[in-house]
């Protein structure tokens, strides 16, 4: 696709948005209320809208290779903060994907020049769970428990974030984490219990009394 096409879809969407209703855009432009945080994977294939089946100004996105949410990355950092303290959202989600080429690269023994600091992040994951992931003698379902595994350290990585822990004690926040199926389509709930992570990480992370 080019950069021509491209122009010409964006034109087919503004009219069929506006035959739908007329005022879409300025309705649009007077501002935003999601009640969503999605953080996910900047892969091609993983758009969040899309497979939420949501519409413009329904969830605050934030996009970077194997949805990380580290301590010492100011982007995702700013828009935890911007989308929980700010817009006052009422969900977080954490959505990584199977065949995950983030995933993979990282458990590779190759120099990938400014990404290895970047993965090193799902590789002290891969550390956390080394047992477990050891025992697993495919490696396709290794990447893929890896995955899952990824998208729970990371919800966990959120939760110690003063602006979530703010939220979450005065009860206006639920963190979730998912994982997208390219093979099906489908949306996996992890289940991720906010409550009892909270519990488990307060003692040494908590940010307040």
């Known amino acids: 696709m080019n950069v021509e096409q491209i122009l010409k879809n964006n034109e ?22 999601p009640s969503c945080l999605y953080i996910g994977c900047s892969d091609s294939r993983v758009t969040a809208e899309a497979l939420m089946g949501v519409q413009p100004g329904e969830i ?28 006052k959202v009422k969900h977080v989600v954490v959505c990584g994907h199977y065949q995950c080429g983030g995933i993979k690269a990282a458990m590779q023994a190759n120099d990938l020049g400014i990404l290895n600091p970047w993965l090193r992040n ?4 891969y550390r956390l769970h080394q047992e ?6 495919s490696e396709a379902k290794r990447y893929d428990r890896l995955v899952e595994l990824n998208v729970i350290e990371q919800c966990v990585n959120v939760a110690k974030t003063i602006d979530v822990q703010q939220a979450y004690l005065e009860k206006r926040i639920q963190l979730h984490g998912w994982v997208f199926d390219i093979k099906t389509g489908k949306l996996i709930d992890l289940n991720v219990n906010l409550p009892k992570i909270t519990k488990q990480i307060r003692e040494i992370y908590k940010l307040f009394s």
């Open 132 to 137: 477990e992931l050891n025992a697993i003698q």
């Open 60 to 87: 605050f996105v934030h996009r970077n290779i194997a949805n990380l949410a580290p301590n010492n990355d100011l982007s995702a950092l700013s828009v935890i903060n911007y989308a929980v303290s700010i817009l």
């Open 12 to 33: 087919k969407w503004v009219q069929e948005r506006l035959k739908q209703s007329p005022s879409y855009f300025k309705k649009l432009a007077k501002g935003q209320a």
């Open 122 to 125: 799902i590789r002290d994951v």
